[in-house]
């Protein structure tokens, strides 16, 4: 099984930078599509970011578009998030996931098949 362990998360002000980190375990990570999403408390999982297997391909929600970067290291089994100008509204568990079916959105929890444990990120005002 493929494991996912993440690590980066903490307390943040408003308007600060965070890079998360997602290791994966695997002689194949490089074949897998790479996902982040995030969950409030009593609030919905949802996509923030996701990157194709070669990392030609990059996808962001529309509210972190132009302050989230997703990228990735596959000689380190590695994808990171880069979170610039953080908000309170970003305050989330955070958590990485892996993919490597051939044909999905990217979008949806429900497409990938590995997830790590998550990380906090909390941004105060």
């Known amino acids: 099984q493929v494991q996912l362990v993440e690590s980066g998360g903490g307390l943040v002000q408003a308007g600060g930078s965070l890079r998360l980190s997602c290791a994966a375990s695997g002689r194949t990570f490089s074949s897998y599509t790479m996902g982040w999403f995030r969950q409030a408390p009593g609030k919905e999982r949802e996509f923030v970011s996701a990157i194709r297997w070669g990392g030609d391909s990059t996808y962001y929600a529309d509210s972190v578009k132009g302050r989230f970067t997703i990228s990735r290291d596959n000689a380190k089994n590695t994808v990171y998030l880069q979170m610039n100008s953080l908000k309170p509204e970003d305050t989330a568990v955070y958590s990485c996931?892996?993919?490597?079916?051939?044909?999905?959105?990217?979008?949806?929890?429900?497409?990938?098949?590995?997830w790590g444990q998550g990380t906090q990120v909390t941004v105060s005002s």
């Open positions: 996931a892996a993919s490597r079916r051939l044909h999905i959105t990217t979008r949806s929890s429900s497409e990938y098949d590995y």
